[in-house]
């Protein structure tokens, strides 16, 4: 049933755009006007709570809808005076599992994204049930810790009173949709990362998979990242500062939205988005499918993409300075003082297993070649350069299903000047630097601008030019690519000890648990 809603669109002038982003460690804000000038920015850090090993999760009240009303408070308090919002845009990990009963309160903790690996044993079964090359050929994707099928499945058997007090989920982006407007709605892209419930070709829900798998559910209505799908009730209004009215669009997964603010939008080009996790986007004329990576349908009508996620990268340097006492600034200037190679050191990243292109939740990190003489600088330069190693893998994985990259653009708040110059050199590619690396939150504030008819999708060019290229340095890539050898040969050599290994941490996890 479509509701209709009424929304405010006279200003005295074009109002100013909101765009905001949860992430996994942090939420961000933006407060942009028309033609992409950033008048305003804001962040909160929060937890990701990991209750065993394998499972991640955030509370939406706690976490999303918390750090949501802090950032629209203080960004709408920022307002120039006179001045109004046009629009709201948001956007979140994903694909996340927020099960809610039928008001659209959560009756647990959401369940993330790939980095969460609870659902093993569902995935063989939906892949046995369904068929591997099939749910490929017609969902875009493998069946993955990214997809949502075998999370609600998981979620059916090991939490049935769970189960059945829920009658809706949600993601990040369509629950703060939800909290804001009332409406109950998932964009596309999103959608396409549901495997093994949405057709790729057909833009529509798998009735009868989504009956199967999740029976009883209600589904949310699909509509495009930038559709306005309602406007800011007078309660969320209250709640956060945003005026009544003030119309919102549907959001979508928080990489999608940073490659729409960044101009990757022609076949070739490809984002390579520095977080908590790394994140590689690559636009296509056509769909392409591939069992070492993601096929899903683009944040723009008519366009498909081509997607790898590695499980760590920031959450390593993040454990890195946590484990050391160190600040971030002070492990770069030691790293930074290193040659590459980090004087004789392989990391392999995969302290919370690692997604594509490998798909093994039971993956585990390692440090090879260690020594006495190795400190915390080394240990941190081998991370970086364990990030560049994984980047580079997922480019020879692309390129062999026949989607090379053309155009790299480094976004997001890793994108640093060490880490960024590490990548050109393992890859041997340029990086283009746009204008901003804010992060999702400007793409979700420039969608919002779409949504509005302040902006079209080729806007973006105007809004965030290329003001830096990262090239790489000859010599110092003859050396990773040396290094990159071993990378490489390290995960099958390691493979078996390291799955040994996960089953003990989760057996060693269990009576803690129970």
Same mark, same amino acid.
């Given at each position: 049933m479509h509701t209709t809603t009424t929304v405010s669109t006279t200003s005295a002038r074009p109002g100013l755009l909101l765009g905001i982003d949860i992430g996994t460690s942090s939420s961000k804000g933006v407060l942009a006007r028309p033609d992409g000038t950033i008048v305003a920015r804001a962040?909160?850090?929060? *937890?990701?709570?990991?209750?065993?090993?394998?499972?991640?999760?955030?509370?939406?009240?706690?976490?999303?809808? +918390?750090?949501?009303?802090?950032?629209?408070?203080?960004?709408?308090?920022?307002? !120039? #005076? %006179?001045?109004?919002?046009?629009?709201?845009?948001?956007?979140?990990?994903?694909? $996340? @599992?927020? !099960?809610?009963?039928?008001? /659209?309160?959560?009756?647990?903790?959401?369940?993330?994204? /790939?980095v969460d690996t609870r659902a093993v044993d569902e995935i063989a079964e939906q892949n046995l049930r369904y068929g591997a090359e099939e749910i490929i050929r017609r969902c875009g994707s493998p069946l993955t810790s990214q997809a949502v099928g075998p999370k609600l499945a998981w979620l059916r058997r090991h939490e049935p009173e769970v189960y059945g007090a829920t009658s809706r989920w949600l993601m990040a982006s369509s629950?703060?949709?939800?909290?804001?407007?009332?409406?109950?709605?998932?964009?596309?892209?999103? =959608?396409?990362? $549901? #495997?093994?419930?949405?057709?790729?070709?057909?833009? &529509?829900?798998?009735?009868?998979? $989504?009956?199967?798998?999740?029976?009883?559910?209600?589904?949310?209505?699909?509509?495009?990242?930038?559709?306005? @799908?309602? %406007?800011?009730?007078?309660? +969320?209004?209250?709640? &956060?500062?945003?005026?009544?009215?003030? !119309?919102?669009?549907?959001? #979508?997964?928080? +990489?999608?939205?940073?490659?729409?603010?960044?101009?990757?939008?022609?076949?070739?080009?490809?984002?390579?988005?520095? /977080?908590?996790?790394?994140?590689?986007?690559?636009?296509?004329?056509?769909?392409?499918?591939?069992?070492?990576?993601?096929? &899903? *349908?683009?944040?723009?009508?008519? #366009?498909? $993409?081509?997607? +790898?996620?590695?499980?760590?990268?920031?959450?390593?340097?993040?454990?890195?300075?946590?484990?050391?006492?160190?600040?971030?600034?002070?492990? &770069? =200037?030691?790293?930074?003082?290193?040659?590459?190679?980090?004087?004789?050191?392989?990391?392999?990243?995969?302290? =919370?297993?690692?997604?594509?292109?490998?798909?093994?939740?039971?993956?585990?990190?390692?440090?090879? %070649?260690?020594?006495?003489?190795?400190?915390?600088?080394?240990?941190?330069?081998a991370a970086l350069e364990a990030t560049a190693y994984g980047v580079r893998h997922n480019l020879a994985a692309m390129t062999e299903a026949g989607a090379p990259a053309d155009r790299l653009v480094a976004v997001g708040g890793g994108a640093r000047a060490l880490w960024t110059r590490i990548v050109s050199d393992v890859t041997g590619r340029e990086q283009h630097l746009p204008r901003h690396t804010v992060g999702a939150a400007y793409g979700d504030a420039f969608l919002a601008a779409v949504g509005a008819g302040l902006a079209g999708p080729g806007d973006i060019a105007h809004w965030n030019p290329t003001v830096e290229v990262v090239t790489p340095d000859a010599t110092a890539s003859a050396v990773y690519d040396e290094l990159y050898g071993l990378y490489l040969g390290l995960y099958p050599a390691t493979r078996d000890a390291a799955h040994v290994l996960a089953a003990r941490q989760r057996a060693d996890a269990a009576p803690r648990d129970a």
């Open positions: 962040q909160r850090e929060h *937890a990701t709570a990991t209750p065993r090993p394998g499972w991640f999760e955030h509370d939406a009240e706690a976490v999303w809808w +918390a750090d949501f009303q802090s950032l629209a408070r203080e960004l709408t308090g920022r307002l !120039p #005076t %006179g001045e109004s919002l046009a629009a709201v845009g948001v956007s979140g990990i994903g694909p $996340c @599992v927020l !099960p809610t009963d039928a008001q /659209g309160t959560p009756v647990r903790a959401a369940i993330l994204y /790939g629950y703060l949709v939800h909290r804001l407007t009332g409406r109950y709605v998932l964009d596309h892209h999103s =959608a396409s990362q $549901c #495997t093994p419930l949405y057709d790729l070709a057909a833009r &529509t829900w798998i009735p009868e998979r $989504c009956e199967e798998i999740a029976p009883g559910l209600r589904w949310p209505e699909l509509v495009r990242p930038a559709d306005v @799908v309602g %406007g800011v009730s007078r309660e +969320a209004g209250a709640r &956060t500062g945003i005026p009544a009215g003030t !119309p919102v669009v549907a959001g #979508t997964v928080d +990489a999608w939205a940073e490659a729409a603010g960044v101009g990757v939008a022609a076949p070739g080009d490809l984002m390579l988005m520095y /977080g908590t996790t790394m994140f590689l986007v690559g636009i296509l004329a056509r769909p392409l499918t591939s069992p070492r990576l993601w096929g &899903t *349908a683009g944040a723009f009508d008519g #366009t498909y $993409c081509l997607a +790898a996620g590695m499980a760590t990268s920031g959450a390593v340097t993040g454990w890195l300075r946590d484990l050391t006492g160190s600040s971030y600034e002070q492990l &770069t =200037a030691e790293a930074g003082e290193l040659p590459p190679g980090a004087e004789g050191l392989v990391m392999l990243p995969y302290f =919370a297993g690692e997604r594509t292109p490998l798909f093994d939740p039971d993956a585990r990190g390692l440090v090879h %070649g260690l020594t006495l003489r190795h400190g915390r600088g080394h240990l941190y330069r």
